[in-house]
T-cell receptor, first 114, second 113 residues
Framework: DSGVTQTPKHLITATGQRVTLRCSPR?????VYWYQQSLDQGLQFLIQ???????AKGNILERFSAQQFPDLHSELNLSSLELGDSALYFC?????????????FGPGTRLTVT | GENVEQHPSTLSVQEGDSAVIKCTYS??????FPWYKQELGKRPQLIID?????GEKKDQRIAVTLNKTAKHFSLHITETQPEDSAVYFC????????????FGRGTSLIVHP
């Protein structure tokens, strides 16, 4: 157990819908990262937050948005869902941003869009 | 942007053999190269990493080498065991304050008892 929690574990929804994925970082970690893992695209970095502020963006679609709240939990919002958005979404956390501190991944949320 | 190629996509070895996974990257500014292990249905876990100022790093049965001139880095696992069976991902990043990794497509390592 990495100490990072994600809810829900599984999510099944229809095309065009909107969902929210939630992540709670390890105690003491200020930075949160979101990743998407799919058969088509592999593992991709989406976005990074540090202490409530967006720090870096990767291959995140405009239909997707995220935020980190004052209690440091983070939410990833996916809207106008398409079949291709079906994937495993991981959250990871680290003490601070950057590569000096290990990232710990959560168990992931499996999203299925039908 | 950065592009990371990883080979092979599947690697099958006998227990006790060595396994080598290779990655190449395109952006010469990348200076941090982590490797992740992901068991079936589990989360990725960092197993070893290397920075551009180092050519080789070892941790027990695992080693990573980096050739900055050729822009490639490799993961070496010696004396493989069945519990090493997993998907291994390499990544490259410019590092610093904003860690933005680009991942390889992964190598499925199968270790036969």
């Amino acid at each position: 157990d990495s100490g990072v929690t994600q809810t829900p574990k599984h999510l099944i929804t229809a095309t065009g819908q909107r969902v929210t994925l939630r992540c709670s970082p390890r105690s003491g970690d200020l930075s949160v990262y979101w990743y998407q893992q799919s058969l088509d695209q592999g593992l991709q970095f989406l976005i990074q937050y540090y202490n409530g502020e967006e720090r870096a963006k990767g291959n995140i679609l405009e239909r997707f948005s995220a935020q980190q709240f004052p209690d440091l939990h983070s939410e990833l919002n996916l809207s106008s869902l398409e079949l291709g958005d079906s994937a495993l979404y991981f959250c990871a956390s680290s003490v601070v941003p950057g590569d000096l501190y290990e990232q710990y991944f959560g168990p992931g949320t499996r999203l299925t869009v039908t | 942007g950065e592009n990371v190629e990883q080979h092979p996509s599947t690697l099958s070895v006998q227990e006790g053999d060595s396994a080598v996974i290779k990655c190449t990257y395109s952006d010469s500014a990348s200076n941090y190269f982590p490797w992740y292990k992901q068991e079936l249905g589990k989360r990725p876990q960092l197993i070893i990493d290397i920075r551009s100022n180092v050519g080789e790093k070892k941790d027990q049965r695992i080693a990573v080498t980096l050739n900055k001139t050729a822009k490639h880095f490799s993961l070496h696992i010696t004396e493989t065991q069945p519990e090493d069976s997993a998907v291994y991902f390499c990544a490259a990043s410019k590092g610093g304050g904003s860690y933005i990794p680009t991942f390889g497509r992964g190598t499925s390592l199968i270790v036969h008892p």
